[in-house]
């Protein structure tokens, strides 16, 4: 589970915050008037929540724009 995982690094927006954990999952919450949360909506986020279109892959590195995030992925997991 992504629960008791440790957090590698963090990336801060404007209002939003992105959470890259040592297992290669990303999580993100805040403002997402623009959708930066990256969970298909465009509601608020008060709780970290795991953006699952990025499940199958590993995520390297994450940056966070001012109403943008990015991040730096590698292959399906499943071929990690």
């Not at 629960?3 to 690094?9: A, D, G």
């Not at 040592?22 to 990256?38: D, I, T």
């Not at 909506?41 to 995030?69: C, E, H, W």
Request: proline letters at 4%.
């Amino acid at each position: 589970t992504h629960k008791h995982t440790q957090v590698k690094s963090v990336a801060c927006g404007h209002e939003h915050m992105l959470a890259l954990l040592e297992n290669g999952a990303l999580m993100s919450w805040g403002g997402n008037r623009e959708g930066e949360v990256g969970n298909d909506s465009r509601k608020d986020s008060k709780t970290p929540q795991l953006i699952m279109p990025l499940q199958r892959y590993r995520v390297n590195a994450v940056f966070a724009g001012s109403r943008n995030s990015a991040a730096i992925i590698e292959g399906p997991a499943e071929h990690l």
